[in-house]
T-cell receptor, first 113, second 115 residues
Framework: EAEVAQSPRYKITEKSQAVAFWCDPI?????LYWYRQILGQGPELLVQ????????DSQLPKDRFSAERLKGVDSTLKIQPAELGDSAMYLC???????????FGPGTRLTVL | AQSVTQLDSQVPVFEEAPVELRCNYS??????LFWYVQYPNQGLQLLLK??????LVKGINGFEAEFNKSQTSFHLRKPSVHISDTAEYFC?????????????FGPGTSLSVIP
């Protein structure tokens, strides 16, 4: 069964450093999502792509976060510089289209020291 | 703006007992509703979803949920739980006003099944 791949699974960094997370969605899925999940809370949407275009990045802290999905396939989420409050699980999900089941990857757990 | 409330942050229940996890949403328009489950150290996976039609929706692993428009609720139920149902459960809502399917997740309910 196809799965959403994410790397790395764990990342420890010091504040003010740059970090990057990678996501490879299920083949053929047009929609890709990046969520942030703080311990004990539900996922919060950071950015949503439809193919290579951003359709929602209203909750993305654009002064330090950036996301791209070149060629409409895999995607990278970057944080520069990282802050202590960025410690969280970063989840990637994909879906075939709109109003459809989202398939989640295992996540990247970020710890900022 | 839409929002999701899951009043019970933690629900302990004995094995083979029934369980109901509550979900209420706030939206002024028609909605799509979802329940996702997150097992320890795993990603989220879909349990069930309501898009239209019958208000009683059946999902995987014996779970079902009922959409109640007048009460803006979408409670999740299972008649008899197993140890393996221990997980975090998230209710989610997507309204029909956006051209894309932005989904808002609730804070989650931690279900602990006691042997």
């Amino acid at each position: 069964e196809a799965e959403v791949a994410q790397s790395p699974r764990y990342k420890i960094t010091e504040k003010s450093q740059a970090v990057a997370f990678w996501c490879d969605p299920i083949s053929g899925h047009a929609t890709l999502y990046w969520y942030r999940q703080i311990l004990g809370q539900g996922p919060e949407l950071l950015v949503q792509f439809q193919d290579e275009s951003v359709v929602d990045d209203s909750q993305l802290p654009k002064d330090r976060f950036s996301a791209e999905r070149l060629k409409g396939v895999d995607s990278t989420l970057k944080i520069q510089p990282a802050e202590l409050g960025d410690s969280a699980m970063y989840l990637c999900a994909s879906s075939p289209g709109t109003v459809d089941t989202q398939y989640f990857g295992p996540g990247t757990r970020l710890t900022v020291l | 703006a839409q929002s999701v409330t899951q009043l019970d942050s933690q629900v302990p229940v004995f094995e083979e007992a029934p369980v109901e996890l509550r979900c209420n949403y706030s939206s002024s328009v028609s909605v799509y509703l979802f329940w996702y489950v997150q097992y320890p150290n795993q990603g989220l996976q879909l349990l069930l979803k309501y898009l239209s039609g019958s208000t009683l929706v059946k999902g995987i692993n014996g779970f079902e949920a009922e959409f109640n428009k007048s009460q803006t609720s979408f409670h999740l139920r299972k008649p008899s739980v197993h140890i393996s149902d221990t997980a975090e459960y998230f209710c989610a809502v997507s309204d029909r006003e956006t051209s894309y399917d932005k989904v808002i997740f609730g804070p989650g309910t931690s279900l602990s099944v006691i042997p």
